[in-house]
């Protein structure tokens, strides 16, 4: 059953009333004045939200495919370091991993005269790029690891057969092997993207202003709590829900091909 008949089921239908209700309570019964104020405020910390998301998603899938590749079927020397990363990464916590790079590589840079000197210190002295690193090489380690599975389970047969063809491994690599290896991993792809999501609440902590640090301030400010806490859990709702909606539209479009 899909499409609106499955939103019209019983149980469905007491759980969206529950949470109408819900939100009518909310509505009427908290207090909201404050949000005018901070209005501005949450929507450039939404907009940085969503573009650390989508940055640190694609640049982390894109260092995932040699990680993974390398741990398939690279040589020892690649596959070691590979594997050894991506360990490291999923070993460690992401709050860690974010205060070395930030108060580790961070307090190092201005002692080098060359480096302040540099085209690139006005960005080495802001807070976003290491929580754009750090949230990179969290998403690049836990991927690799699924990308290292995916490509182990593409049939070994069709790749033998495009060699057979006289295709030139590059041209299997991009037109047979990625492919599938890619349909095989988006079902985890959309979760590990919303996981992805509610890790960046952790960049507030080296000052980097994004939703949940604006919600942090007006608790600051004004001492209410619950209502930007309810707010903010529902903006994460909605994208969160836009995330596996985007992601479900992309697997019904893609082709599920058994591999025989």
């Known amino acids: 059953m899909t499409g609106w008949r499955a939103l019209l089921l019983p149980h469905r239908l007491l759980l969206m009333a529950l949470f ?99 085209e690139l210190w006005p960005y080495l002295r802001q807070a976003w790029p290491y929580a754009v690193l750090a949230l990179t090489l969290s998403y690049a380690g836990y991927e690799g690891e699924v990308m290292r599975g995916a490509f182990s389970s593409v049939n070994k047969g069709q790749l033998e057969a495009a060699r057979a063809f006289g295709m030139p491994r590059r041209m299997i690599f991009r037109r047979v092997w990625l492919p599938q290896a890619i349909r095989n991993v988006l079902p985890t792809l959309g979760g590990e993207t919303i996981l992805q999501l509610k890790a960046t609440p952790l960049v507030a902590t080296i000052t980097v202003i994004e939703i949940y640090a604006v919600s942090s301030r007006v608790r600051a400010d004004t001492f209410i709590v619950y209502e930007p806490l309810l707010l903010l859990a529902l903006v994460y709702m909605i994208i969160a829900g836009i995330i596996a909606l985007i992601f479900g539209r992309i697997e019904s479009r893609v082709p599920n091909r058994r591999q025989g």
Do not use: H, K, N
Request: charged share 10%; glycine share 8%; proline share 8%.
């Open 20 to 118: 109408a209700g819900f939100v009518i309570w909310c509505a009427l019964s908290l207090r909201w004045d404050w949000l005018p104020d901070y209005l501005p405020l949450a929507v450039e910390g939404l907009w940085r939200t969503i573009w650390i998301l989508a940055v640190t998603c694609i640049l982390g899938f894109l260092l995932a495919i040699p990680l993974g590749l390398a741990q398939a079927v690279g040589p020892w020397y690649l596959a070691a370091p590979a594997r050894a990363f991506c360990t490291i990464i999923r070993g460690t916590p992401l709050l860690l991993q974010i205060w070395l790079l930030y108060y580790g590589f961070g307090s190092l840079f201005p002692q080098f005269p060359w480096i302040r000197a540099s």
